[in-house]
């Protein structure tokens, strides 16, 4: 099943991973967190709700709807479906910087 927004097509039902090898060294400032990928030598810059995300990663692999429910419990309610914009705009970002991998 393919999730559509304006600018692309993502499969919620791929399941992605952080890659076992990444080794992500991470910063924390006042509103962003930093984190540096030694495979790539790139650096990038996450906002809470970006963060928070890829630590539901770092739990263990997950499709986008898996991620919907964590999120929501984190949440204590539903997504709108602004919210899953967000996420699903977020994780396809987290692919593109090759922060995520599919499984």
Do not use: C
Not at 9 to 36: H, L
Not at 68 to 89: A, H, M, S
């Amino acid at each position: 099943m393919a999730e559509n927004t304006q600018d692309f097509i993502f499969d919620s039902t791929a399941v992605y991973r952080i890659p076992s090898a990444a080794g992500f060294i991470w910063s924390e400032w006042d509103d962003a967190n930093i984190v540096y990928d030694p495979r790539s030598g790139h650096t990038q810059v996450l906002n809470d709700f970006a963060r928070e995300l890829l630590a539901l990663y770092e739990d263990g692999p997950k499709n986008l709807n898996s991620l919907y429910f964590e999120f929501e419990k984190i949440l204590e309610k539903k997504l709108d479906q602004t919210t899953k914009n967000q996420i699903l705009e977020t994780v396809n970002g987290f692919d593109a910087m090759g922060l995520i991998e599919p499984v």
